[in-house]
């Protein structure tokens, strides 16, 4: 009776250790975290001259802050937002798959630029139905409540994107893209603006709020790109 030992590439444990690890390995290369939260800071911060330009002010009897009666309205949601937004999703999926071909790889950010595109148009569908629906009715004395703020920050272009970011995240298994989505929605939602701007007027408060959010997106694909290269 002999006895034959098993060599270690034979191994079942080291072996599907060695499956693990180069699923990891194509998970990793088919990441585009940063390309995709660069080309969203650049829509985002290009987003406030076309906010600025867009926005008409109604002074007509109309609660604003300050007791100074107005009702803004902006166009920019349809006339930029929208547009902006397909073709920073149609560029990031093109992005994806000639950058994943070149690894011999496969892209899987088809669901996400789908997602994108659809929050996008639901975003812009949801403006034109609030403008519909303010034209034909009396617009409020008061403030809206808290809940319905943070359900139209939420709906928002910059809202929208925090949610696309999260199925990117379950997309590419990235809890560092899941925490980041988390914090950017908790910036966007809040808002967050460290008291920037706070009297600068119903016309332009807009601005550090957008600043900031842009800011966030800006240094995630700065902070994902390096980690990228680190890891190379």
Same mark, same amino acid.
């Given at each position: 009776m002999t006895t034959e030992s098993v060599s270690a590439a034979g191994d079942p444990r080291r072996l599907l250790a060695d499956v693990r690890a180069l699923a990891h390995r194509v998970r990793l290369d088919q990441r585009v975290t940063g390309v995709a939260l660069l080309v969203l800071a650049v829509v985002t911060f290009l987003a406030i001259p076309a906010h600025a330009l867009s926005l008409h002010a109604d002074c007509a009897g109309v609660f604003a802050e300050g007791? $100074?009666?107005?009702h803004l309205r902006g166009l920019d949601r349809g006339l930029y937002w929208l547009p902006a937004l397909l073709l920073a999703y149609t560029g990031i999926a093109l992005y994806a798959v000639r950058a994943t071909r070149a690894r011999g790889l =496969?892209?899987?950010? @088809?669901?996400?630029?789908?997602? =994108?595109?659809? @929050?996008?148009?639901? /975003?812009?569908?949801?403006? !034109?139905? #609030? +403008?519909?629906?303010?034209s034909n009715n009396a617009p409020p /004395?008061?403030? @809206?409540p808290s809940w319905v703020m943070v359900l139209d920050r939420l709906i928002a272009p910059t809202g929208t994107i925090g949610v696309a970011l999260l199925v990117l995240a379950w997309l590419e298994r990235h809890f560092a893209l899941l925490v980041f989505a988390l =914090?950017?929605? #908790?910036?966007? !939602?809040?808002?967050? $603006? %460290? =008291?920037w701007g706070a009297h600068w007027g119903y @016309?332009? $408060? %807009?601005?550090?709020?957008?600043?900031? /959010? +842009? +800011?966030?997106?800006? !240094? +995630?694909?700065?902070?994902?790109? !390096?980690a990228r290269r680190r890891r190379r």
């Amino acid at each position: 009776m002999t006895t034959e030992s098993v060599s270690a590439a034979g191994d079942p444990r080291r072996l599907l250790a060695d499956v693990r690890a180069l699923a990891h390995r194509v998970r990793l290369d088919q990441r585009v975290t940063g390309v995709a939260l660069l080309v969203l800071a650049v829509v985002t911060f290009l987003a406030i001259p076309a906010h600025a330009l867009s926005l008409h002010a109604d002074c007509a009897g109309v609660f604003a802050e300050g007791n $100074d009666p107005c009702h803004l309205r902006g166009l920019d949601r349809g006339l930029y937002w929208l547009p902006a937004l397909l073709l920073a999703y149609t560029g990031i999926a093109l992005y994806a798959v000639r950058a994943t071909r070149a690894r011999g790889l =496969g892209a899987r950010v @088809l669901p996400y630029v789908l997602t =994108g595109v659809g @929050l996008a148009v639901v /975003s812009a569908a949801a403006w !034109l139905t #609030a +403008g519909i629906y303010w034209s034909n009715n009396a617009p409020p /004395s008061e403030p @809206l409540p808290s809940w319905v703020m943070v359900l139209d920050r939420l709906i928002a272009p910059t809202g929208t994107i925090g949610v696309a970011l999260l199925v990117l995240a379950w997309l590419e298994r990235h809890f560092a893209l899941l925490v980041f989505a988390l =914090g950017y929605l #908790a910036v966007v !939602l809040v808002p967050i $603006d %460290f =008291g920037w701007g706070a009297h600068w007027g119903y @016309l332009t $408060d %807009f601005i550090p709020a957008m600043v900031v /959010s +842009g +800011g966030y997106l800006l !240094l +995630g694909a700065v902070g994902f790109a !390096l980690a990228r290269r680190r890891r190379r």
